[in-house]
């Protein structure tokens, strides 16, 4: 954090180990080359005095481990953050249950008074507490934020970047201050497990993605072969291109229960000469398949909670099309501008937008170049760290925080989430 200034230390409070399934699909790091990384299972008191003593302290989902310690910190009166994605995923009816109700005082309404923040992982995240009644004008725009520019991706080697909860090592604590911050930060950020990758670089050799320079547009899907995730769009929007005599390239990287039944539509449509289901690779390969893509789809729908892929292709230059019901998209994407976003989970509303941006080259390399100036100028890691540290001195200084004007720790405004009837339209089940 020496960006920000000498005054403002820095920890990260890992509360369990990465599994070794996240290992394995190449996010291990070497913890003891991370300095601010203080291992909660290996030195309980020294990062349990970071969590009651620092100046500001973001909290994630750590499972109920440190329940007793996060509900001492959020009474305390201290600066703190609540950092999550949406509670009612499945469904805004489940807040009428009195036992979710009570783990949600437990765990949120009842600090409703004091100094403790909502940073919203998620654009329909603040739909869901409005429900409650908790964090009333505490809500501000938060997200994933893979490391972009080339860079290679490391996770847990930048404080602010997100990674699924359930693989230990997942987000920071930040303060403002002389003192430190600690914490744990949660959420899934929605990118697949085995697919998810930080940042783009513009070569190498990813498969398929080397023939980039074929005439043919280059297509991408990226994420777990799973039913929330709908790649199952991806490969009836390719029978339709090819139907209708289109030049074309798609990739499809990433595995799944679903990949068998995805082999059988691609042979069965007689798209193996151009739909490469890529399997999954680990994120460093990803990179280069989103890099030599024109094009990136995104369908998954409501349960998704952000959905970090979106970043990632948008700061390769990809004009996305988006499904608006998934966490990111609202945040990140205008539709028309930056990326284009289709509603409902249509799979005819997403073929209609896909097909006209097939047809227009110079449009296609317009919205490439906005998606990556918005990853570059507004919904990256430097800015948001920059607003957070603003917001907290400002917090210090006169107790009245002004959130940002646009992008992480702007405002969070309540957008409705998708309904009961849609709900009955999936399967409707995290996976």
């Keep these: 954090m020496s960006a920000f200034g000498e005054e403002v230390e820095f920890y990260f409070v890992q509360v369990m180990p990465m599994e070794e399934k996240r290992k394995s699909m190449g996010w291990a790091v070497d913890e003891s080359a991370i300095p601010y990384l203080v291992l909660y299972y290996k030195e309980p008191e020294r990062a349990s005095g970071l969590i009651r003593e620092s100046d500001v302290v973001l909290f994630g989902w750590t499972e109920g481990r440190i329940a007793d310690l996060e509900a001492e910190r959020l009474s305390s009166g201290k600066l703190s953050f609540r950092v999550s994605e949406r509670i009612y995923r499945e469904g805004q009816w489940k807040f009428i249950s009195p036992r979710g109700l009570a783990a949600k005082y437990r765990e949120h309404i009842r600090y409703r008074n004091k100094p403790v923040y909502l940073l919203c992982t998620g654009a329909y995240v603040a739909s869901d507490f409005s429900l409650i009644k908790a964090y009333p004008g505490k809500m501000l725009k938060w997200g994933y934020f893979p490391e972009s520019e080339g860079k290679e991706p490391s996770q847990g080697a930048t404080g602010l970047e997100g990674t699924d909860s359930r693989g230990g090592a997942v987000e920071a604590g930040a303060s403002a201050g002389a003192q430190a911050g600690g914490c744990e930060m949660s959420g899934d950020a929605g990118a697949s497990a085995e697919a998810q990758a930080g940042g783009c670089e513009t070569s190498g050799d990813a498969g398929a993605s080397a023939e980039a320079q074929s005439g043919k547009l280059r297509i991408c899907w990226a994420g777990r072969l799973i039913d929330l995730k709908h790649p199952e769009f991806a490969v009836r929007l390719a029978a339709k291109l090819k139907s209708l005599g289109k030049e074309f390239e798609m990739d499809i990287v990433g595995d799944g229960p679903l990949k068998a039944s995805l082999e059988a539509m691609v042979e069965k449509s007689g798209l193996s000469d151009c739909v490469n289901l890529a399997g999954g690779k680990k994120p460093a390969e990803v990179r280069h398949y989103m ?39 609202p945040f990140l994407i205008k539709d028309g501008e930056n990326g284009l976003v289709y509603d409902g989970g249509s799979y005819e509303d997403f073929e209609k937008k896909a097909l006209s941006l097939y047809e227009d080259s110079a449009r296609i390399e317009s919205i490439g170049r906005r998606a990556a100036e918005t990853i570059e100028k507004t919904w990256n890691a430097k800015v948001a760290a920059g607003e957070l540290v603003r917001f907290c ?18 405002r969070a405004q309540v957008i409705k989430a998708p309904g009961f009837k849609r709900t009955l339209e999936e399967k409707n089940r995290l996976e």
């Design 393 to 410: 001195r400002e917090f210090f200084e006169n107790g009245k925080p002004e959130p940002a004007g646009d992008g992480p720790m702007s």
């Design 291 to 329: 890099a030599g893509a024109e094009m990136f789809l995104f369908t998954s729908n409501y349960l998704e909670g952000w959905g970090a892929v979106v970043n990632e292709a948008m700061s390769c230059g990809c004009a996305v099309v988006a499904s608006g019901e998934a966490g990111a998209v």
